[in-house]
């Protein structure tokens, strides 16, 4: 079972997250809600974390695919419904960037299969009722 220690580190809404292996990220709410914006809030790092599961699983298929990977990069834009309780995410594009000799066909389906299959937190996402949607740039 996977463990996260979270502690208060100010006075207001700032914790430092501790996972089992000792990694350590800051958390903050907003300055709008009386945060200090000192740490990523925490719906963000679903957004990350997106990011993490869905890079881990398109750069193993592009490995074993043999494709020559030499930079890899991308933008994540999430919006949330308003109005509502909790507030969920409900759109995400994610803008992939890659460098090197990739195939715009493998890298296209390696993203597929990421997102629409391997990827837990694409899957919880979207259980959710979130939509993500993606595109891809190459560059040699």
Not at 53 to 78: E, N, R
Request: proline share 1%.
């Amino acid at each position: 079972m996977d463990q996260i220690e979270l502690k208060r580190v100010d006075n207001a809404y700032a914790f430092e997250a501790v996972d089992g292996n000792g990694n350590k990220a800051r958390l903050d709410a907003s300055s709008a809600i009386g945060g200090h914006d000192s740490g990523i809030r925490p719906m963000q790092t679903l957004l990350m974390g997106l990011g993490g599961c869905g890079g881990v699983d398109i750069l193993s298929i592009l490995q074993k695919q043999k494709q020559a990977v030499t930079d890899f990069s991308m933008v994540i834009q999430g919006e949330r419904e308003q109005g509502k309780e909790p507030s969920l995410w409900k759109y995400i594009h994610i803008h992939f960037h890659f460098a090197g000799e990739v195939d715009a066909h493998k890298a296209e389906k390696a993203v597929a299969l990421s997102l629409n299959k391997y990827c837990s937190v694409a899957a919880t996402l979207k259980a959710a009722g979130c939509t993500i949607e993606w595109t891809i740039n190459i560059k040699a």
